[in-house]
């Protein structure tokens, strides 16, 4: 099946500083991809839709400034957190939909748990 | 708009009982919907949907659910419960073209040995 990678897996960085997630589509082609995030023992919240060679499209309340969304080619999706706070402590989960799949399934990654000190 | 409700935040049963997951949804129009599976530390699996087609669906790992308008329901049961079920599950219904995801707010599955 197909297979929606996120790197890193888990990370840890100081306040004030900036880390960078990864979102590839192992094989498949994504023109649309999307970032949620999640919080402890809560539901997923949509962040973001990432389109391919465009702006992002952020839902009411994400700040753009803060999360910083690339979609740079069919199979990769950046999501970079900007000067860290302890509130941006999260897990962030992103999806992609197969461009030439029947069906319309979007395909998750296993989500990235960032814990900002 | 279209949201669903999860009506339960936590689920309990024993391995070998069977499992019942309860969501109902509101929508204006006849929609798609999903359940989700999200195993600790992990990304969401799918694990059945509804697209207007049969209203009971059959998905992997044994579980099934039924459309019912009537109830606007959409219920995920599963037969005999397995240690492996333990996890949080989503009832998702998409917008309108399916891009966007709402999700309900979970339900985790306890099951006890």
């Known amino acids: 099946g197909a297979v929606v990678s996120q790197h890193p897996s888990r990370v840890i960085c100081k306040s004030g500083t900036s880390v960078k997630i990864e979102c590839r589509s192992l094989?498949?082609?994504?023109?649309?991809m999307f970032w949620y995030r999640q919080f402890p023992k809560k539901s997923l919240m949509l962040m973001a839709t990432?389109?391919?060679?465009?702006?992002?499209t952020y839902e009411q309340g994400v700040e753009k400034d803060k999360f910083l969304i690339n979609h740079a080619s069919l199979t990769l999706s950046t999501l970079t957190v900007t000067s860290a706070h302890p509130e941006d402590s999260s897990f962030y989960i992103c999806?992609?939909?197969?461009?030439w799949g029947i069906g319309g399934e979007l395909f998750f990654g296993e989500g990235s748990r960032l814990t900002v000190l | 708009a279209q949201s669903v409700t999860q009506l339960d935040s936590h689920v309990s049963v024993s391995e070998g009982t069977p499992v019942l997951l309860r969501c109902n949804y509101s929508s204006s129009y006849s929609p798609s919907l999903f359940w989700y599976v999200q195993h600790p530390n992990k990304g969401l699996q799918l694990l059945l949907k509804y697209t207007s087609a049969a209203t009971l669906v059959k998905g992997i790992n044994g579980f099934e659910a039924e459309f019912k308008k009537s109830e606007t329901s959409f219920h995920l049961t599963k037969p005999s419960a397995h240690m492996s079920d333990a996890a949080e599950y989503f009832c998702v219904v998409p917008n309108f073209g399916n891009e966007k995801l709402t999700f309900g707010t979970g339900t985790r599955l306890t099951i006890i040995p």
């Open positions: 094989d498949f082609q994504a023109t649309t």
């Open positions: 999806s992609a939909r197969d461009r």
């Open positions: 990432s389109n391919e060679g465009s702006k992002a």
